[in-house]
């Protein structure tokens, strides 16, 4: 039974508004949009992974996706999904790599090689989930819930990516294809054959964690070091995408394909509020949108029956 589902990205919204509001030429135009990418291809990863879950007994298990709790430090952890069954708790952490892995224990690394030939290393995931399950283990223990055990899991959800390792492959147990994780479950079970509690014992530490859980405040700007400034201004054309549309007598115009759209400016206060803020007010929409009169966008914002606060002067809404 899923607790808690795998929402709509919110980093990957905050770079995808992002990087439709930046120059091309832009000097961290590249680096963005490879985060993008990275993001994107972990997304895609997490959601391949809830179809092998369907295949787990949905009577056994509470499945929660995207917990990010704070651990004794005040430091944030993440966990991708995390299955809570009577008898043990699972981690997963999904990887979406593609290419050939060559997994070395001796420097705690993962070497990734792409069909061109080029390396890059990054972080060896067995020492992250690690991580991750000594700080859960340390989370669990604060919220009275330190005796059941917690075993953790590795997906690797790219079925065409090639898995080497060095001597010892018992350490890379932990690594499996999604495939497989009905399997690795069942393992689980056969290890922790004694139940610890019922089901309706676990119903409350299941809401403790969603409760628990805090989103990210991501900042895409402060991250990338970009200013308001730096932002393209304007409402983006849905048909061929060119900034910006021009407001004619009621609606938005492309000057290029000459589409012509009602409310293609609702997409450009999303990407104001992923960016910049949450409130908006009339001389912010007319600056950010591109238009000229404050009267036609004080009737936009009545069309959308925004909550407002503040008098007169300088209210503001909320997006």
């Known amino acids: 039974m899923v607790i808690k589902s795998r929402g709509k990205n919110n980093k990957v919204e905050k770079l995808e508004a992002l990087i439709s509001r930046l120059n091309p030429g832009h000097p961290q135009w590249e680096w963005i949009k490879e985060e993008l990418h990275k993001r994107q291809s972990g997304e895609r990863g997490e959601r391949s992974l809830d179809y092998h879950l369907t295949f787990l007994p949905q009577d056994e298990f509470f499945i929660l996706h995207d ?41 705690n690394q993962l070497i990734q090689q792409s069909s061109n030939g080029n390396k890059r290393g990054l972080l060896d995931p067995i020492s992250q989930i690690r991580r991750q399950q000594l700080q859960f ?20 959800s790219n079925s065409s990516t090639i898995i080497e390792t060095t001597s010892n492959p018992s350490y890379y147990d932990k690594i499996t294809r999604s495939i497989n994780i009905d399997n690795k479950i069942e ?17 409350p530490f299941a809401k403790a964690l969603v409760t628990a859980h805090t989103p990210s405040d991501y900042d895409p700007l402060k991250y990338f070091k970009i200013t308001h400034a730096d932002l393209l201004k304007g409402v983006c054309c849905p048909s061929c995408s060119i900034l910006p549309m021009i407001r004619l007598h009621g609606n938005w115009q492309c000057s290029v394909c000459m589409y012509n759209c009602k409310d293609a400016h609702i997409r450009a206060l999303q990407d104001y509020k992923l960016l910049i803020s949450d409130t908006i007010t009339v001389r912010e929409m007319c600056s ?7 009267y036609s966008a004080y009737r936009l914002i009545r069309t959308m029956s925004l909550c407002h606060s503040g008098g007169t002067k300088g209210r503001e809404y909320f997006l």
């Open 187 to 203: 393992q689980f079970k056969l290890k922790y054959p004694k139940e610890i509690f019922t089901k309706e014992e676990l119903w």
């Open 288 to 294: 950010f949108l591109g238009m000229s009169s404050r």
């Open 67 to 107: 917990l990010r709790l704070k651990n004794e430090q005040g430091y944030f952890f993440q966990i991708d999904t995390l299955l809570l069954s009577s008898r043990f708790f699972t981690i997963i952490d999904v990887k979406n790599y593609g290419g050939s892995l060559f997994l070395d224990h001796h420097f």
């Open 137 to 156: 283990k340390n989370w669990m223990k604060s919220n009275g819930m330190e005796d059941i055990p917690v075993e953790s899991l590795i997906i690797l």
